[in-house]
């Protein structure tokens, strides 16, 4: 009995400890401010409806998606979405879908950027919108050394994906991606 009563002890005291140093600190973990982000830029990303499918695998439901060009227009930076990149994308058992997409972004200036986007799409569907989906990713740069865009090889990304308006005709995502302070 008295081990357990002495292993509490030492837990409280530790609690009180964290919890007045975050006090005096002024660092609450569950503060609003914890992220900041600045907003990058917001492509469209057309794609070839002819997708090769793998079909179910070992993880799931596999696909491949072509990328076959776009543009990017953003406050740095802004140019076109060079064609050849694809997504290779998973349904899960669960429904969801996770998209690794590699492509390349070429910048008026002439720059050639390498992006990974790495996306998951749930169904969340409301009464409102039946197709309505949570579209989320996390996305890294390849920029050159000694470019305008170096600082992109520095930080960490987040974006959201979504088909375009026109998505039946001219298939085609647009893409937002904002930096994270």
């Known amino acids: 009995m ?15 400890l964290f919890s007045s140093v975050l006090h005096a600190t002024g660092q609450d973990p569950n503060r ?3 992220f900041q982000t600045k ?7 057309t794609i070839d409806q002819n997708r090769p499918i793998v079909g179910n695998s070992k993880y799931g439901n596999r696909g491949i998606v072509w990328i076959t060009g776009g543009e990017f227009e953003g406050p740095r930076l802004n140019g076109t979405v060079i064609p050849g990149g694809g997504d290779w994308q998973l349904t899960r058992p669960d429904g969801s879908k996770e998209l690794d997409a590699r492509y ?3 910048t008026d200036d002439g720059y050639v950027i390498y992006v990974h986007n790495k996306v998951l799409t749930v169904p969340r569907p409301t ?3 039946p197709r309505n989906r ?5 996305l890294s740069f390849e920029a050159p050394i000694d470019s305008p865009y170096e600082w992109m090889n520095q930080a960490v ?8 308006k026109d998505y039946a005709t001219n298939p ?9 302070l």
Do not use: Q
């Not at 008295?2 to 009180?16: D, G, N």
């Not at 907003?39 to 990303?45: A, L």
């Open 2 to 16: 008295p081990t357990s009563l002495s292993h509490l002890t030492f837990a409280t005291i530790v609690c009180l």
């Open 32 to 34: 609003d401010e914890r």
């Open 39 to 45: 907003f990058v830029y917001e492509s469209r990303v």
């Open 104 to 106: 390349a972004l070429k």
């Open 127 to 129: 009464d409102a919108n």
């Open 134 to 138: 949570y579209a989320k990713s996390v």
């Open 157 to 164: 990304f987040l974006g959201t994906l979504e088909r375009a």
């Open 172 to 180: 085609a995502v647009i893409i937002r991606v904002w930096e994270l």
